[in-house]
Each structure stands twice: as structure tokens, then as C-alpha cells.
T-cell receptor
Framework: EAGVVQSPRYKIIEKKQPVAFWCNPI?????LYWYLQNLGQGPELLIR????????DSQLPKDRFSAERLKGVDSTLKIQPAELGDSAVYLC??????????????FGSGTRLTVV | QKEVEQNSGPLSVPEGAIASLNCTYS??????FFWYRQYSGKSPELIMF????GDKEDGRFTAQLNKASQYVSLLIRDSQPSDSATYLC???????????FGAGTILRVKS
């Protein structure tokens, strides 16, 4: 079984430029999460999808961040424009059927973003 | 008060010793608790979960939960240098189907 796939693995951009991250969850996992992890910190939830619906985006900075999950499978997370403080690792995770909170979930390899 | 708190460490133990990692949480209604291991430059990997008060053992790992004290811990027996990593405690908070993570404890096992 393939795990959660994310791309790119690394991204370096100049501030004020746009950037997008892509995630393909484990087959059959209808719940998808985007987390942000700063150095020395634990992951922090940005947005949670149940199928195509964003059911929790309360922590997503909507002035510059957007996300979509068309057809309830792949998801993209976009930042426009990027700021220096956005430099972090962006992690995607997936779980079955709302069980993420009960059974934990699987993370992808993450995208390490550096804004210069 | 943070929702999930961990001592950042580093916690240093000699090879073969027992490593004890601790975590406290604020939401008394939390029902499930997880330990993730994260190697430097890698993503978190689930190693243990526990739902009920008491101990749960899996190989060299034992998770302990005390809901009355809002405390969860992870014991690693016969620690190996390969156990050196950051250990993240995560809690499924009551009001949302999501995990809230602590900042992690750095463990160093010295040979």
C-alpha cells in the first residue's frame, strides 16, 4: 500500500511569490489534513477535509493561504504571496472515515518550504 | 495553558536503560492519545496509541495513561541509539476530530 505522497519535497522561493504543495492520500482514506511544523515545534493543524468538504479551517490564514480537495482525493495547499515567516515544513496526513482522531493518522514526507 | 505539554529535553539516557517520556493535556474530555516518533528531517511516525487508563505494551514500548491526572507517558525499555529522535505526544481533543500535538521531547540514547 502506497503511503501519503507529497510533492515537492523541497521548495525555495522568494518572498511575495506564490507556492503550491500537492498531496495524494492513502487510497480509501477520506479524511485529509494539512499541518504546518515549525522547527522545534509540533505539527499544527491548518485544515481538515472530510471528502471534498473543508470541515475545519479555523487555523488557516485565509488572507494568503488557500486549499482545495477536488473529487475528494488529491489536495493542494497554496500560499500567495509567501512571507518569510511561512518557512516551515508542510505536512499532509490522511485517515479513514473520521477515525483519525481515534486511530491516529499517517503523515506524508512533507514539503520543506524556505522563503528568502 | 497549552493543550498538550511536553518537556522539550533533551533527555539523555545510556544504551540499555529505560527512557521515560511524559506529556500532560488540558482537555479533560480527550479520549485517545498517541505517541509519534520523528527522526531529524523526517515526518512523524505513529508508534503507540492508548485509550484506556493503565498500561499498554508493544515490544519495548509501554504507553501509560492516567485520565484523572491528565497525564500520558511513554516508556522505552532497553533503549538503543536508533531510538534517538523527537517523540511527539498527540491528543484527540474532544471538540474536534483532530490531533493536537505537543512540541516534542528530544531523546538521545548514548552508546
Amino acid at each position: 500500500e502506497a503511503g501519503v505522497v507529497q510533492s515537492p519535497r523541497y521548495k525555495i522561493i522568494e518572498k511575495k511569490q506564490p507556492v503550491a504543495f500537492w498531496c495524494n492520500p492513502i487510497s480509501g482514506h477520506n479524511t485529509l489534513y494539512w499541518y504546518l511544523q515549525n522547527l522545534g515545534q509540533g505539527p499544527e493543524l491548518l485544515i481538515r477535509y472530510e471528502n471534498e468538504e473543508a470541515v475545519d479551517d479555523s487555523q488557516l490564514p485565509k488572507d494568503r493561504f488557500s486549499a482545495e480537495r477536488l473529487k475528494g482525493v488529491d489536495s493542494t495547499l497554496k500560499i500567495q504571496p509567501a512571507e518569510l515567516g511561512d518557512s516551515a515544513v508542510y505536512l499532509c496526513a490522511s485517515s479513514q472515515e473520521g477515525r483519525g482522531g481515534g486511530y491516529g493518522y499517517t503523515f506524508g514526507s512533507g514539503t520543506r518550504l524556505t522563503v528568502v | 495553558q497549552k493543550e498538550v505539554e511536553q518537556n522539550s529535553g533533551p533527555l539523555s539516557v545510556p544504551e540499555g536503560a529505560i527512557a521515560s517520556l511524559n506529556c500532560t493535556y488540558s482537555d479533560r474530555g480527550s479520549q485517545s492519545f498517541f505517541w509519534y516518533r520523528q527522526y531529524s528531517g523526517k515526518s512523524p511516525e505513529l508508534i503507540m496509541f492508548i485509550y484506556s487508563n493503565g498500561d499498554k505494551e508493544d515490544g519495548r514500548f509501554t504507553a501509560q495513561l492516567n485520565k484523572a491526572s491528565q497525564y500520558v507517558s511513554l516508556l522505552i525499555r532497553d533503549s538503543q541509539p536508533s531510538d534517538s529522535a523527537t517523540y511527539l505526544c498527540a491528543v484527540n481533543i474532544k471538540y474536534g476530530n483532530k490531533l493536537v500535538f505537543g512540541a516534542g521531547t528530544i531523546l538521545r540514547v548514548k552508546s
